[in-house]
């Protein structure tokens, strides 16, 4: 059985980092292309980051290019999300997922996690 979960996700103050994490069981990650997600409340769910399969690959949505960076730890075979320089914008469920390319639609991800919820607020 397939798992993915997320954690890290915290109330931090504008202009701070955080890292999410996304652990998977029952796949190897690195096999896969594999992407972050958020989606805030009364959003779409909105494209992040992906990176490909093994290689050194990655992706980012214009919202995020320069302040967040995907990354994997295989030995883990967990991924995770470094974020800088949080804006309340940023505010949302975060969520992995994977998927056999990196498709910035939601609906051709196979796998998903139960979110983790990061708020970005004075």
């Known amino acids: 059985q397939v798992q993915l979960v997320e954690s890290g996700g915290d109330l931090v103050q504008p202009g701070e980092s955080l890292t999410l994490s996304c652990e998977a069981s029952?796949?190897?990650l690195s096999w896969f292309s594999r992407s972050w997600f958020r989606q805030a409340p009364g959003k779409e769910r909105?494209?992040?980051?992906?990176?490909?399969?093994?290689?050194?690959?990655?992706e980012f949505a214009d919202s995020v290019k320069g302040r967040f960076t995907i990354s994997s730890d295989n030995a883990k075979n967990t991924m995770y999300l470094q974020m800088n320089n949080l804006k309340p914008e940023d505010t949302a469920v975060y969520f992995c997922?994977?998927?056999?390319?990196?498709?910035?639609?939601?609906?051709?991800?196979?796998?998903w996690g139960q979110g983790t919820q990061v708020t970005v607020s004075s």
């Open positions: 909105e494209w992040l980051a992906c990176a490909r399969g093994s290689s050194d690959h990655t």
């Open positions: 029952g796949l190897t």
């Open positions: 997922a994977t998927a056999s390319v990196c498709y910035r639609g939601s609906g051709m991800y196979d796998h």
